[in-house]
């Protein structure tokens, strides 16, 4: 299969300290590109913390060596054994960022770790509820292929809410060793790879809200709700606390909760972790809180009874390569962003466009574009601002974590992995530019941009524009935004809108 992305890779003459944020703009310009081949197994990184803690960092960067694999696998070993382990999820997300698995008896796991598992292509990549005529869909584009999953073996957990059962989440690989160059993983972790190759590293969360539905309530939902109601929050104290505190056992550290704006809507926000973390913790909780709700026999899901989507926030700083500086805060003490951080924000607003498109990825989520609007036109401007929770970008300059850019585009249902990836790619695109858009001199909280952002609400408009933004094409990869277009065009031609809610509320929850 062809390369249809390069990767860059850090120069070496690249300063290893702290770098200054002129120093860390000087590395992102010296970047050059290097075709460099995947390996098949992506057991990589940070050390094995069998105690379940959150102190294990992925670093994508890292493959383990025969040494360190058989140190991981030992660690795992005591684990299944402590825990009486029968079952070991092999889980990846598909398109829409469900978790797809298949599950193995325990004492098959090593072997599996070596030569992985098989699965068929189709189902990582197709959309829900398949009709009759789908499979020749899927066969006229050449998808009816087996791929392999192959396990990061730092994400191996014990499931609370899962009888004797562990997970593990996997890249996915096609049955001659290539990358699957649609797997939203993958990508998101090649982007981040090449911001690390131009000299920094993101701190990002995501902040979803969810809703909690017993039967009576989806049917005829007439109760109040009070945003953040400490009363409400009590109201069904256990299913939150086992939620909680079963992220936390895999890893997820929940930084705060609360009811939202709707009855049986809760927020959850997490801890901001770097790298891919970030989007693996998301990817855990659409699994984990359909599973608790379950046990208490709620269902749980992304999408609201009324016909919109909930809001999937990602919180995102950027730093130095070292983890030491953040890129975004400026040290006058002033509400304002840095030249670098006006830069990353002029990426974003220049491709919101196509960014809406990965990031509200269907009729219902881009609902929330125009629910305050009574005119009729096909786009809205895309706002920013300082501390304003109104904007589409809020930059938030207060608190202990520091400056940081709230990417409120995302819908609940979009793809974390989607949508971290994209943000980088975009933002680096802002940190390239100098030409197209510019950012006010750094004592200024102002931004110049040549044209203004508009964000269509048609997701066919959405299609377009992602079909048209060479930069997300080519940073993203050619063969996945064909893909994504077609399997949207084919969504939107083959459901009725009134389908959609049942497909949500069936799908994701």
Not at 290 to 318: P, Q
Not at 360 to 367: D, E, I, L, N, T
Not at 456 to 462: F, G, S
Not at 480 to 485: G, K, L, T
Request: one cysteine or more; aromatic letters at 8%; charged letters at 25%.
């Amino acid at each position: 299969m062809n390369k249809e992305e390069d990767l860059l890779q850090e120069d070496s003459t690249r300063d290893e300290g702290n770098e200054t944020e002129a120093n860390s703009m000087n590395t992102l310009r010296r970047t050059r590109k290097k075709v460099t081949k995947p390996h098949v197994c992506s057991t990589e990184v940070g050390e094995m913390d069998m105690s379940n803690s959150n102190d294990c960092m992925r670093d994508s960067s890292q493959i383990l060596t025969p040494p360190q694999l058989s140190s991981r696998m030992k660690h795992i070993r005591q684990a299944m054994a402590k825990n009486r382990l029968q079952f070991v999820r092999f889980e990846a997300t598909d398109l829409h960022g469900v978790s797809r698995s298949k599950t193995i008896p325990a004492h098959f796991f090593q072997e599996k770790v070596s030569h992985g598992v098989c699965m068929p292509r189709g189902y990582l990549e197709v959309i829900p509820n398949p009709k009759d005529n789908e499979m020749n869909y899927i066969r006229a584009t050449c998808f009816n292929s087996d791929i392999v999953l192959m396990p990061e073996l730092s994400t191996f957990r014990v499931l609370p809410w899962a009888d004797r059962t562990a997970r593990v989440i996997c890249d996915t690989f096609t049955v001659t060793g290539e990358p699957l160059l649609t797997s939203p993983r993958y990508i998101a972790k090649r982007q981040l790879s090449q911001l690390q190759a131009s000299g920094f590293s993101l701190l990002s969360a995501f902040i979803y809200d969810f809703c909690i539905f017993g039967v009576p309530e989806i049917l005829n939902s007439k109760i109040i709700s009070f945003p953040a109601s400490t009363f409400l929050n009590n109201h069904d104290q256990p299913f939150m606390q086992e939620l909680v505190d079963g992220l936390y056992h895999t890893g997820a550290n929940v930084e705060s909760f609360s009811s939202s704006t709707r009855p049986g809507q809760m927020e959850i926000s997490f801890l901001p972790e770097f790298g891919i973390s970030s989007a693996d913790n998301a990817f855990t909780l659409r699994t984990g809180v359909k599973e608790v709700a379950r046990k208490y026999n709620y269902i749980s899901s992304f999408f609201i009874e009324t016909g919109f989507c909930n809001s999937g926030i990602l919180s995102h700083s950027l730093w130095d390569v070292d983890r030491k500086q953040n890129m975004f805060c400026s040290t006058s003490g002033t509400e304002q962003l840095t030249i670098t951080g006006k830069k990353w924000l002029a990426g974003l607003l220049k491709h919101s466009a196509a960014l809406s498109c990965l990031m509200a990825p269907s009729v219902s989520c881009r609902k929330r574009y125009s629910k305050d609007r009574k005119d009729l036109k096909e786009s809205v401007p895309t706002t920013w601002g300082y501390n304003d929770n109104s904007c589409i970008f809020n930059i938030k300059c207060h608190g202990e974590k520091g400056t940081r850019i709230e990417n409120k585009l995302g819908s609940a249902t979009a793809n974390p992995y989607l949508v971290l990836a994209a943000t980088v790619a975009a933002g680096l695109d802002g940190l390239h530019s100098s030409n197209e858009v510019l950012a006010g001199p750094d004592e200024s909280t102002d931004l110049y941009q040549v044209e203004p952002s508009e964000i269509p609400l048609k997701l066919e408009d959405a299609l377009v524009a992602l079909e048209e933004d060479q930069c997300l094409k080519q940073a993203l990869g050619e063969t996945f935004i064909r893909y994504f277009v077609a399997m949207k065009k084919y969504e939107l031609e083959n459901e009725e809108i009134a389908a959609e809610r049942n497909k949500f509320l069936e799908y994701f929850i």
